[in-house]
């Protein structure tokens, strides 16, 4: 797909889970903390936008984290009729680093993949301050 069918599929798929919610553009903006014309530009499929609104959204409509970089990375070889709003969901909801080391049940590795970026490098900082703290302590 050319990247700019590649940004309508995306903001088509937005728009439409966001109609399912059945809540407005500026309604759902403000659930998720985002300015109202950067969704409207997601919808429109007028560019990628950053990560940070990217993840937002996916939360603010029950997708899986790094849905839309999964569809954008993938579109030179993607079927649109392959991607649905069940799609966009799969695997929506696992638990992120916080939740697993609070709880001990999984294994942190196998989740990494299903991390942001923003918490993937919020637990790399996270380990890094309290590695050096232990290091101070030892010494």
Do not use: C, H
Request: proline letters at 1%.
């Amino acid at each position: 797909m050319k990247d700019t069918e590649t940004l309508k599929l995306i903001g088509k798929l937005i728009q439409n889970a966001r109609m399912e919610l059945q809540t407005s553009q500026i309604a759902f903006a403000e659930q998720v903390s985002l300015n109202v014309q950067t969704l409207r530009t997601m919808e429109r499929g007028d560019r990628l936008v950053q990560d940070v609104a990217q993840a937002k959204v996916e939360k603010g409509l029950g997708w899986r984290t790094g849905s839309i970089a999964e569809i954008w990375a993938e579109r030179e070889d993607l079927v649109p009729e392959n991607v649905t709003l069940d799609e966009m969901r799969r695997g929506a909801g696992e638990a992120t680093f916080q939740e697993i080391e609070k709880n001990g049940s999984e294994s942190p590795v196998m989740k990494a993949s299903m991390l942001s970026d923003e918490e993937l490098l919020a637990e790399l900082s996270y380990r890094f301050r309290n590695y050096k703290v232990q290091l101070n302590a030892e010494s």
